[in-house]
Each structure stands twice: as C-alpha cells, then as structure tokens.
C-alpha cells in the first residue's frame, strides 16, 4: 500500500524546526550560525533565478527541489527576524495572504468579477493605495533597487508611461537608439571610462523602453540571447575539437566561419 502523501502543514512545520535547529546557538551549524540578512540575501536572488532558469528548461521533475531552495530563503529570513524579536513565519504567511484577498476583492468579496485588463487596473490602484499608505509619494515610488538592472528599466519606465511620460510606439524609441548610438561612437575616441558608461547605459536603458514596447521582457530577451550565444559557442568549439583544433590560438577568421557553420547547421534543423 502506498504510503500517504506528506500534508502541506506537517511539512512546513518540519522545515521550520529544521531552520530553528541549524540557527541554535549551542547545538547548530557553525556556518548558519554566523549569517546575517546581508549575507542570505544574495543566495534569495540566486535560488530564484535557478527556478526561472528550471521552468525556462522545461524541467518539472527538478522544479520541486529549486522551489524548496527558494522556500528555504524564505524560512530563513523570517527565522533571523524571530531571534531578533521583529516576526516569525506564520506573520510572513499572514502578510501575504492579507495581501492577496485585498488585491482580489471580485475573488474574496461582493465585488463584480472583472476581465483581466480590468483587474489589472484594479490591481495598479491597490497597490498605489498601499503605496500611499506606507507613506511612499511619486509615480516611481516602491520599484526595488535591487531588481536586475534591465528589469528595473522596464518597470520604472512604465510607471512613467502611466502619466503619460513615454514614446509614441516603437518606431519612436528607435529613432533614440540611434541618437545614442551616435553619442556613443562621438565618446569612443576619447575613451573616458565615465563617459563611456554613461552612453552605453543610456543605450541599455532605451533597449529596455524598446521591449516594453513590443510587450517583451527585456530580461528574458537577453537570457534567451545569452542561451542562444552558449549554445552555439559550445557546439562550434565541439567541433573545433571533433577535428583535433583548438580555439585557443586559431584565427578569428577561422573561428567566425565555425559559428556561421553551427547558425547554418541550426537554421536547416530547425
């Protein structure tokens, strides 16, 4: 007879104490004993981006295990905070589901449903009100600065785009990548690394305007170039080395006609 499924609740409780227990001062983990919310905190950002990367793969049998690591960070957080008198799990768990019935009111109360465009609006509203409560004024107000740098464009730009602060359509935003690529190559002569990371951060930033543009994600735009780059890369020093060659030391002419044989190879694949 097939053992019972584990319950939500018991299992929960069970990574709670095991968390109590690597932070006990006597009997824990030396390691988890010296950790800080500054030094957790990278390893949160990174646990994410391994379950963004798991559904990206398609890889369902392994995405259990990355949203327990991220579930982790989460337990661990609210278990620092419980040392230090400020809140436990349970005031976490409480938040959050406080949060979502009062973002859902055609969900949790009398209120019409609404369509998705509507709710959406709806949705903006709340959380401005709840913006406003925490005291937190003007229209880019409560977006992370820590957000990935591409992420955050996007987001601060359509929080301007909301009172009317944006480019017309695409064709517009465009025109200002070539106004910036023209200020970029006026900079290269001089070679002032300032200067330099002033243009060529003005370039990302309007290539961040240009996706939100056309309803894409910048962020997820460069994974899949970053991917797509990897790939390729990969399979050209592969058969570089199928041959006995190797990339250090070979011409980039000889290089270059190996990458368009992979994009070649890839295009009639595909």
Not at 98 to 117: C, N
Request: a negative charge; aromatic letters at 6%.
């Amino acid at each position: 007879m097939p053992a019972p499924a584990p319950s939500a609740e018991a299992e929960l409780r069970r990574l709670i104490d095991i968390m109590a227990a690597l932070r006990d001062q006597d009997t824990g983990c030396p390691w988890d004993k010296l950790q800080t919310f500054d030094t957790i905190a990278p390893y949160t950002i990174e646990e994410a981006y391994e379950v963004a990367d798991t559904i990206a793969q398609r890889d369902f049998s392994a995405l259990p295990d990355e949203l327990g690591d991220l579930l982790f960070q989460v337990v661990y957080h609210a278990r620092m905070a419980e040392e230090e008198g400020r809140f436990a799990f349970a005031e976490v768990a409480k938040a959050i589901s406080d949060k979502m019935i009062r973002r859902h009111p055609h969900v949790f109360s009398d209120s019409a449903v609404r369509d998705a465009a509507t709710q959406t609006t709806a949705w903006e509203a709340q959380k401005s009100a709840e913006r406003a409560a925490r005291q937190e004024t003007g229209t880019l107000a409560g977006v992370p600065i820590a957000l990935p740098a591409l992420t955050r464009a996007e987001k601060i730009t359509k929080r301007a785009a909301r009172v009317g602060f944006d480019w017309p359509d695409a064709g517009a935003v465009l025109d200002k990548l070539d106004e910036e690529i023209a200020e970029l190559k006026a900079e290269l002569p001089l070679a002032d690394p300032a200067r330099l990371t002033d243009e060529v951060g003005d370039m990302l930033f309007v290539l961040a305007n240009l996706a939100r543009k056309l309803d894409l994600d910048p962020e997820a735009c460069l994974r899949h170039a970053n991917q797509k780059f990897s790939r390729r890369f990969n399979a050209m020093e592969h058969a570089f080395e199928t041959e006995g060659k190797s990339l250090k030391g070979m011409k980039l002419a000889d290089m270059e006609a190996g990458w368009q044989r992979v994009k070649k190879a890839e295009r009639d694949s595909g």
